[in-house]
Each structure stands twice: as structure tokens, then as C-alpha cells.
């Protein structure tokens, strides 16, 4: 049973345009959200992170907004750069450990 | 700093051999753990460990032992590979906090033919 779930295999988008990757959880407990971007050949890296507590948290190009009601979360990446290309996993945790379950991920493709 | 390591990068094994997977870390983070990537699956936790002497079983432990005898090393064991195990291995650390993130190593390939 996944419990974090990203819906969209792939995604290609205009340089300079928005990005929007969007994650849906099942788990109500979870209280911890994060993104991690990942190049080919390369491990996870962390991107930005959000608590439950919060609706937004922003960091430069890269927004993320949580809606706990829908059990939703999106990265918005405003503008799109070619070398935001990667595959972009969300992940959530909560109290059992702080174990993190991640999504199956969205491959970004960001052309010139 | 050389962050978390994993050695080899690569590795085939036949089906019904053993094989360690290992990781090491220098940033004296105490929470270690180990994740597969498989296509369409995305990252599923393995096992993972809070601190030297104690693990626990993530999403898909069977057929992986782990033990955490140092802060620094958390190996991954398969006694007897199976196909089903082919598979991108990720090793990663952080600090005792759940808010800090997860740093990972570079991911070991694993064949099992």
C-alpha cells in the first residue's frame, strides 16, 4: 500500500514557465513533508521541506504548499530552468522513528 | 568531506549468493538508513538504524539483514540473492532530528542473475 503517492510519471515544461509536481499521501499521521531532486547516477538530494503546521514554505525558485485537508502537497518551480531536469520525489515522516516513505517520483524535463 | 559512501558501484551476483552492500558516513550522524529503487516504485525504505546497536524494519525488509556495531557503518546483508533483488541500493544518514534531511551516497547497482 503506498502511502505517498506522485500520480505523474513525467513532466516537460517550457524554460522560464512554472513547474508543478504534485504528491498525495493517505497517511494522516505524517507531520513532515520534504522534495528531493535526483540526477541520473547520482543519490537523492534534499531540495526544501515543510511541517505540518505550515501551508507554504518558499526558498528562492522553489515553493511548496501543503493542504492538509486534501492530503496534498505540490512544488511549484517558478521560473523553470533547463538544469532543474531530474526526477523529483516527495517523501513524509512522522513520529515512528522519523522514518521517511517516499513517492515513485516524477521525471522533470525543462526544455530551452 | 566525503559525506556517505557506498561501495562497489556495481555488482552481479548469481542467483543464491551472498554479498555485502556497504555504507559509510563521516558526519557523525547517528539515523542511517537503506533504500532500493526499482522502476515505477520509486524509493522504498529497506532498513534503517537511530543509533549503533539498534535497527529496525522499513517497508521491504525481507531478504536484507542489517547490523550497526559503529555510528559510522550500517552494512546491508543478502544471504541468498534472488532476482527479485536487482536493484538501485541507496545508503543515507542524518542527524538525530527528523527535520534534518536525509544525505545519501551515490547508490550501489546491483544484477542478480
Known amino acids: 500500500d503506498q502511502q505517498v503517492k506522485q500520480n505523474s510519471p513525467s513532466l516537460s515544461v517550457q524554460e522560464g514557465r512554472i513547474s508543478i509536481l504534485n504528491c498525495d499521501y493517505t497517511?494522516?499521521?505524517?507531520?513532515?513533508f520534504l522534495w528531493y531532486k535526483k540526477y541520473p547516477a547520482e543519490g537523492p538530494t534534499f531540495l526544501i521541506s515543510?511541517?505540518?503546521?505550515?501551508d507554504k514554505n518558499e526558498d528562492g525558485r522553489f515553493t511548496v504548499f501543503l493542504n492538509k485537508s486534501a492530503k496534498h502537497l505540490s512544488l511549484h518551480i517558478v521560473p523553470s530552468q533547463p538544469g532543474d531536469s531530474a526526477v523529483y520525489f516527495c517523501?513524509?515522516?512522522?513520529?515512528?522513528?522519523?522514518?521517511?516513505?517516499f513517492g515513485q517520483g516524477t521525471e522533470l524535463s525543462v526544455k530551452p | 568531506n566525503a559525506g556517505v559512501t557506498q561501495t562497489p558501484k556495481f555488482q552481479v551476483l548469481k542467483t543464491g549468493q551472498s554479498m555485502t552492500l556497504q555504507c559509510a558516513q563521516d558526519?557523525?550522524?547517528?539515523?542511517m538508513s537503506w533504500y532500493r529503487q526499482d522502476p515505477g516504485m520509486g524509493l522504498r525504505l529497506i532498513h534503517y538504524?537511530?543509533?549503533?546497536?539498534?535497527?529496525d524494519q522499513g517497508e521491504v525488509p525481507n531478504g536484507y539483514n542489517v547490523s550497526r556495531s559503529t555510528t559510522e557503518d550500517f552494512p546491508l546483508r543478502l544471504l541468498s540473492a534472488a532476482p527479485s533483488q536487482t536493484s538501485v541500493y541507496f545508503c543515507?544518514?542524518?542527524?538525530?532530528?527528523?527535520?534534518?534531511?536525509?544525505?545519501f551516497g551515490n547508490g550501489t547497482r546491483l544484477t542478480v542473475t
Open positions: 543515507a544518514s542524518r542527524r538525530p532530528n527528523k527535520m534534518s534531511p536525509l544525505h
Open positions: 497517511n494522516s499521521m505524517f507531520d513532515y
Open positions: 515543510i511541517s505540518s503546521i505550515k
Open positions: 517523501a513524509a515522516s512522522y513520529n515512528q522513528g522519523g522514518k521517511l516513505i
Open positions: 558526519m557523525n550522524h547517528e539515523y
Open positions: 538504524s537511530v543509533g549503533a546497536g539498534i535497527t
